[in-house]
């Protein structure tokens, strides 16, 4: 159900019309990130979390599930084998209703709002009315990272039985060129940026910042902070990198995995899943 996406297709609802969409794709900040999609050859994602409260005639059905992905390159695969790529995402699905691009402490940022039906990806299950997927996305120079969310009612029939009830899901992820090495010098180094984050209870979006720092290059562990105002502090510590990658953790327990990008190690770019939240963050390295 995740988008890279700024193209929408068919359907109804209040959807954005042609023109619209062209003039967003000819905004500069738009040409950078298609730029930054297209060259990307990682991906990292998140576990995407899933929450289904259903009423099937008199039966109330329950389930949370956390979907684990095991990344390579620009490929990702589940433990049941499906196979989730860079390519996959161009392919987008999602009829857009909303496009929002802003700038937040020197990143751009783009919230994008849209109707999705994914029974066409769900075999025997058909729905007639889905929560909107809503993604809050951040880009630089070199990378590009975002969550996506949709809440709401979910109405449809499954084997031909009919089925009503609430759905949620949140999951993260982050694209770039990575850099493949490990920064190097002599004292410390930090990276400034920000951080876009859910709760896996609510699924509200959370904004927030981004820290990242090592102390000696010389031997590079870095830290990660993320802070979400009035909501939670998040740290990783003391990571050791591999080839420009640090990683902390297991997916869906307190797991932290990101990577280098750009010139001198200019940017960096990662996703986060504690169980309790799931989010992307960015941060450029301070002159």
């Known amino acids: 159900v995740l988008t890279l996406g700024l193209a929408g297709c068919g359907g109804g609802g209040q959807l954005l019309s042609e023109s619209e969409l062209e003039k967003i794709a000819m905004d500069p900040r738009v040409v950078q990130r ?12 998140s576990s995407l979390h899933l929450d289904e409260n259903y ?13 684990a992905f095991s990344c390579n390159g620009s490929r990702c695969v589940t433990s049941n084998g499906s196979v989730i790529t860079i390519d996959d995402f161009f392919d987008s699905d999602i009829d857009l209703k909303e496009i929002s691009i802003g700038e937040r402490d020197g990143f751009n940022t783009v919230m994008v709002a849209g109707g999705f039906d994914p029974s066409q990806s769900v075999p ?10 809503q993604a809050y996305g951040l880009w630089g120079e070199h990378g590009y990272a975002a969550v996506e969310i949709a809440s709401g009612p979910a109405v449809g029939r499954a084997n031909g039985d009919f089925f009503s009830g609430e759905i949620d899901l949140a999951g993260a992820y982050a694209v770039g060129m990575t850099t493949g090495s490990n920064p190097s010098g002599v004292g410390g180094a930090t990276w400034n940026g920000i951080a876009e984050a859910t709760s896996t209870r609510t699924f509200i979006r959370r904004a927030g910042t981004a820290l990242a720092s090592i102390p000696d290059l010389s031997n590079p562990l870095i830290s990660i902070d993320i802070d979400l105002p009035d909501i939670v502090s998040l740290s990783w510590d003391d990571m050791r990198l591999d080839n420009g990658r640090y990683e902390a953790g297991t997916a869906g327990s307190n797991h932290l995995v990101g990577d280098f990008y750009g010139p001198d190690h200019r940017e960096t770019y990662g996703i ?7 989010g992307a963050f960015g941060a450029k390295r301070r002159e």
């Open 272 to 278: 986060f899943d504690t169980g309790a939240y799931v």
């Open 34 to 45: 298609t730029t930054i999609l297209e060259r990307a050859d990682t991906l990292l994602l």
């Open 55 to 67: 009423l099937f005639g008199d039966e109330r059905v329950q389930s949370r599930q956390e979907v």
């Open 124 to 133: 025997r299950i058909t729905f007639t009315q889905f929560p909107d997927i």
